[in-house]
């Protein structure tokens, strides 16, 4: 009953079997029944911690996406099914996480009534490689760490999508749609959608895992918890997620922390550095114009052609082809 007050895709929960409503003349002993049913569907609720329910859920919605993406069946789920879910996603995310979400699908099986054996060789084999390749010591949680996994996904997917500081921090969970080349980002309202009809931007998988704005995004959700509500939120001391979600200055004292943090001076870096340093780095990798405006959705050519200028005064520089 790790589930209990949670709606899932593609899965009805169920609950402790509650008895026929007793009639007037239902005996003592039935009406007792009843309230013992009531008992048990209360403890059962709490077989779990609050925190341990939550993290199954995301767990088991984590599953179902990455099903639905493939076009396999979740619920029930063959043991092939459930051991390429494993190798794919130990790309991204540690043993300890998998090990959950494989104990999740299990639960969610059990649940509806169906055998997902975990000893299959699509799974044990699969689980075992993972586990010898990149070991099963658990990695310890601290408040710095998750405000680095926090910190290094507000950089890189404020930097590649070129988003506004608003923009970023305005992101809900749903607002990421999954799809095989990386995630799309909803922006519900923006300062060049102020009717608020949406604009859909492409976050692309990165070539490097240490850079890679999709795979920096799934970790930090996946230390945080995040299954719903604010994307970037703000962690206690303790290194725990809370509810309360980022504001536009946040944005500039992370921008400006990791600018020193890199040795240069922050005084003149913000917050908007993330969007315009993605015009200029766009720039000068030879990215047409169009294209850079289709990312950073500029209306002015003119005004995104100081960026351009900028990003390309040594590319193809005569001065540089002199002989100096």
Known sequence: YLFIGHDLPGIPMTQPPAPPAPRADTSPALRDLAATAERARGYAHQARAQSTRRSYAIAWTDFCRWCAEHGLAPLPAAPETVGLFLADRAQTLRPASLRLRLVAIGQAHRLQGHALDPRHPAIREVWAGIRRQHGTAPRQSTAATSEVLRDRALL?????????????????????????????????????????????????????????????????????????????VSVTRGGRATATRLSDRDVARVVKAAV?????????????????????????????????MQQTRHRSAATLRGYVRRGGLFRDNAASKVGL
Not at 260 to 289: I, K, N, Q
Request: a negative charge; hydrophobic letters at 50%.
């Open 156 to 232: 890189l997917v404020g930097f590649a999508a070129a988003l506004r500081r608003s923009e970023l921090v305005a992101l809900d969970a749903a607002d990421l749609r999954p799809v095989p080349e990386g995630v799309v980002l909803t922006l519900r309202r923006s300062k060049t959608d102020p009717d608020g009809a949406g604009t859909e931007i492409a976050l692309p998988h990165g070539q490097h895992d240490l850079t890679c704005p999709v795979r920096a995004l799934a970790a930090w959700r996946d230390a945080a918890g995040l299954a719903d509500g604010a994307i970037f």
């Open 260 to 292: 020193a943090a890199a040795g240069y001076d922050p005084a003149g870096f913000a917050g908007h550095s993330l969007r315009a340093g993605f015009a200029t780095s766009a720039a000068r990798a030879g990215v047409p114009e169009h294209a850079i």
